[in-house]
């Protein structure tokens, strides 16, 4: 999967919008919400990878973490309330469920 793959993976909704805010990082995106503006995605490359935080409950976090691999604490985020997902190692379920489960929390 590309990054414009998984953009379009995440616009789930037609609240959902993307967005380039960093000037000094002009190829991250972050998916909002456009009725509250809160982030519930940042798409970005780390390590040659192509990843995407993404927000969940601090219980489903570590439950994520230990039973998928490529699912780790978030990058450059808050570690208990958000994850960083390796995109292209990810179950295709796995991803759009947390995904989705990013959106519906940040609304």
Do not use: Q
């Amino acid at each position: 999967m590309n990054k414009n793959e998984l953009i379009k993976k995440c616009m789930i909704s037609k609240d959902a919008a993307e967005t380039y805010p960093f000037k000094d990082y002009p190829d991250m995106a972050v998916m909002r919400h456009k009725s509250n503006n809160k982030w519930f995605g940042l798409i970005f490359e780390l390590d040659g990878k192509l990843c995407i935080n993404l927000k969940c409950e601090p219980w489903e976090s570590a439950i994520l973490r230990d039973e998928y691999p490529y699912i780790t604490p978030a990058w450059h985020m808050n570690k208990a309330h958000w994850i960083t997902v390796d995109v292209n190692s990810a179950d295709k379920e796995v991803l759009e469920g947390v995904i989705k489960t990013s959106f519906e929390l940040t609304k």
